[in-house]
């Protein structure tokens, strides 16, 4: 049975790579009816962010990646904290010490950093096993403990990166347990995977450099080897760095709150960094599942774009509309809307999402989109006047055809969208104005936006009352 997991430390800032890195370990499991664990590697005390817990928890269930053992449903390979499995890490650390392969190493850290400086100094590589003690104390929790390390070469074969081979000169002694009694990432993540029958490792590539040291570690704890499978970086829009928050990529809970979908945020991500094959882009989770292949990640770096990540949103709200109607995109909206749609009916917002829904990139959109919609704009003359196909117009002949306007909508007996645009064109034809002239002359007057639905809908939805005292306003304005 394949058994993944995902392992996020509680820093309480979810990355785009972090998420990714639950994404892959949640498809492999669902496709090949295995399992996936969820564990909080929270044993870096200094990071540990209050809630931070939680955060991940309510994302991946946001996201539709449940976990099979973990926080909240539990499981026979608990506890899922690694800060409250301090007795399992101690046991297996005794192993490592009664094999001669890990020791009590009681070396003050500024003496540690002489060793250092004296290797840049000679610019000699720092192998801390070079100045290993001599004379070392029975181990006990308060002194941390190191792994003694044999320099031998490792091959291995990473599912993604392939083959690979490291030299002696990166084996070292590495912290197993640190001097608060926590064990480091390096040791705990070892132990647990194997304690929680964990058959893929997959993590951020990052790890890549260090897992001779991992292979050390399995061997000399007569471990088998679980197969290791890195994900490439996910690079900033700009450069060959890894995304940083520093490149203005958003955390995954503020993409939540822009109003995209956990249908696109999952879509992106599981294609940032793995394809298959063909050249369909939009994959329901269902489709990823069936789909997904550790062959086809890619090896190489994949770059981020928010553009793309939005575009799909846009492909995404547009669906649920279309497939699954107009109240299932509206229940998705709550918390999205301008404030003033508050004291607006269900039923009126509907209509507003119908005309609106298909140029939206991130539900927040709605927002600004849709706020003259609920109360009348301010009249800004400037903008009106400025308008590129208003430009020319005189304000005595903007005046007129604003009048002729209400004038003949004013006389529409049943106002629906088709009787609006006989008007319109009734109008155009009268006027012997050019629709971008007109139109926009109307649109800009009755919402003052720098976009809006077609007119005849935008005003059906908007109701006689309101158009025709909007024009009125602006008429009287100018
Ligand atoms: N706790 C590590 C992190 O958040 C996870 C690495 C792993 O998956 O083994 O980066």
Request: glycine share 6%; with cysteine.
């Amino acid at each position: 049975m394949i058994v993944t997991r995902f392992a996020p430390s509680p820093t309480g800032y979810i990355h785009i790579g972090n998420v990714r890195s639950a994404i892959y370990p949640y498809l492999l499991a669902r496709q090949n009816h295995g399992k996936m664990i969820l564990r909080i590697e929270d044993t870096d005390r200094a990071r540990y962010v209050e809630g931070a817990t939680e955060l991940v928890e309510d994302t991946l269930e946001w996201l539709g990646l449940n976990w099979d053992e973990g926080p909240i449903v539990g499981g026979d390979h608990g506890p899922y904290f690694q800060s409250e499995r301090q007795e399992i890490y101690h046991d297996w650390a005794r192993k490592l010490i009664a094999k001669g392969r890990a020791y009590a190493d009681p070396t003050p850290s500024d003496q540690i950093e002489k060793y250092r400086e004296q290797c840049n100094a000679s610019k000699t590589p720092f192998l801390y096993r070079n100045f290993r003690p001599t004379d070392t104390p029975e181990w006990q929790p308060g002194i941390p403990l190191r792994f003694k390390a044999e320099p031998k070469s490792y091959e291995w074969h990473d599912e993604v990166m392939g083959d690979m081979h490291a030299g002696p000169e990166v084996l070292d002694d590495i912290i197993l347990i640190k001097k608060d009694g926590y064990p480091t990432y390096n040791f705990a993540h070892i132990v647990d995977d194997a304690e929680m029958g964990v058959t893929h490792v997959m993590r951020g590539v990052e790890y890549l450099s260090s897992t001779p040291n991992y292979l050390a570690l399995y061997e000399a704890l007569d471990l088998p080897r679980p197969k290791l499978v890195s994900l490439p970086h996910i690079l900033a829009p700009n450069s060959n760095k890894k995304l940083g928050k520093r490149d203005g990529a958003k955390s995954v809970t503020e993409y939540r709150q822009d109003g995209i979908l956990p249908e696109a945020m999952l879509n992106y991500l599981a294609c940032l960094g793995w394809n298959d094959g063909t050249e369909q882009e939009i994959y329901t989770k269902e489709e990823l599942i069936a789909k997904f292949s550790l062959d086809r990640i890619q090896n190489s770096g994949a770059r981020y774009d928010e553009t793309k990540l939005l575009w799909m949103n846009g492909q995404w709200i547009r669906s649920i509309f279309d497939e699954q109607g107009p109240e299932a995109l509206y229940a998705r909206t709550e918390g999205f809307w301008p404030s003033v749609a508050k004291t607006h009916s269900e039923e009126y917002k509907i209509k507003v999402l119908s005309i609106l829904y298909d140029r939206l990139r991130a539900l927040a959109d709605l927002r600004e989109m849709s706020a003259y919609f609920f109360s009348d704009p301010e009249i800004n003359l400037d903008f009106l006047i400025n308008n590129k196909f208003i430009k020319k117009m005189s304000e005595a002949e903007i005046e007129s055809l604003l009048k002729t306007t209400i004038a003949k909508l004013a006389s529409i007996d049943a106002w629906d969208a088709d009787n609006l645009q006989q008007a319109l064109n009734d109008l155009l034809q009268e006027t012997g104005k050019k629709p971008a002239e007109l139109f926009s002359l109307i649109r800009i007057a009755i919402s003052f936006a720098p976009f809006s639905p077609a007119l005849n809908l935008t005003m059906e939805v908007l109701g006689k009352e309101i158009a025709l005292a909007r024009l009125n306003a602006v008429a009287s304005a100018i």
